[in-house]
């Protein structure tokens, strides 16, 4: 199983790119926005992998971060849901958005993404929301993995592709959502009832750190008078 790839920029389709490993060219297929964030023909890209086998197919497909080939993953376990429909739901909104419109329900979200009609979008979200969860603390567990002390500030997926530096990441975001829902989790919130808490305080404010987070959405599960 290929997992990663990291070479150079040979040439990049409307939704792949010709990545060159020490001489072997890889096609590999991606998102609108991944390909957007990838650097320019003879530049060093890496991304994360998911090989799909078919009868008659073999494919590559590239995410900038484990997080975002975790949501892949998750999205593809849904009926109805292939790697093509995958890619334009992490292509439109992000593995950010995806987590935070799964965790609210947000069918309309999903729908956005082009081809994807609203009874299979209602679909995603109905079988995926109980999951969110712990694709969501998976975002902090990935970072800590990979060095990164808790709380601090990561780089973009797009900054490290380009530098051609350390492998891709999920967006510090990542780890701040994740460690808010560990810590309500920890306070007997159930997974689904806590996801959804962690995003809606998320998108009211993206910058919030973690124990700002914690208390908008310890503030949003308070019992209403």
Request: net charge negative.
């Given at each position: 199983m290929i997992g990663k790839l990291t070479g150079r920029v040979d040439y990049k389709g409307s939704d792949h790119l010709l990545l060159d490993v020490n001489g072997v060219?890889?096609?590999?297929?991606?998102?609108?926005?991944?390909?957007?964030?990838?650097?320019?023909?003879?530049?060093?890209?890496?991304?994360?992998?998911?090989l799909l086998v078919r009868e008659d197919l073999l494919q590559l497909f590239g995410f900038p971060s484990l997080y975002d080939r975790e949501w892949h993953r998750l999205l593809t376990s849904v009926q109805g849901v292939g790697a093509k429909a995958s890619m334009a739901i992490l292509g439109t909104l992000g593995a950010e958005g995806v987590a935070r419109a799964i965790s609210l329900g947000d069918a309309a979200a999903v729908k956005a993404a082009p081809g994807l009609g609203p009874k299979l979008a209602q679909r995603v979200v109905n079988e995926l929301k109980d999951k969110a969860p712990?694709?969501?603390?998976?975002?902090?567990?990935?970072?800590?993995?990979?060095?990164?002390?808790?709380?601090?500030?990561?780089?973009?997926?797009?900054?490290?592709?380009?530098?051609?530096?350390?492998?891709?990441?999920?967006?510090?975001?990542?780890?701040?959502?994740?460690?808010?829902?560990?810590?309500?989790?920890?306070?007997g919130y159930a997974?689904?009832?806590?996801?959804?808490?962690?995003?809606?305080?998320?998108?009211?404010?993206?910058?919030?750190e973690t124990p700002a987070l914690i208390r908008a959405a310890l503030r949003l599960l308070a019992p209403k008078d």
């Open positions: 060219g890889y096609v590999v297929y991606c998102s609108d926005r991944t390909l957007a964030a990838l650097p320019g023909r003879g530049e060093v890209a890496a991304l994360f992998t998911e712990g694709v969501m603390a998976m975002g902090g567990e990935v970072l800590d993995a990979m060095g990164d002390t808790p709380g601090s500030a990561a780089p973009s997926p797009a900054v490290d592709i380009a530098a051609g530096g350390p492998a891709p990441r999920p967006s510090s975001s990542s780890s701040t959502q994740a460690e808010a829902l560990s810590a309500l989790r920890n306070l997974p689904a009832e806590a996801a959804m808490a962690v995003a809606q305080a998320a998108g009211d404010d993206p910058s919030a």
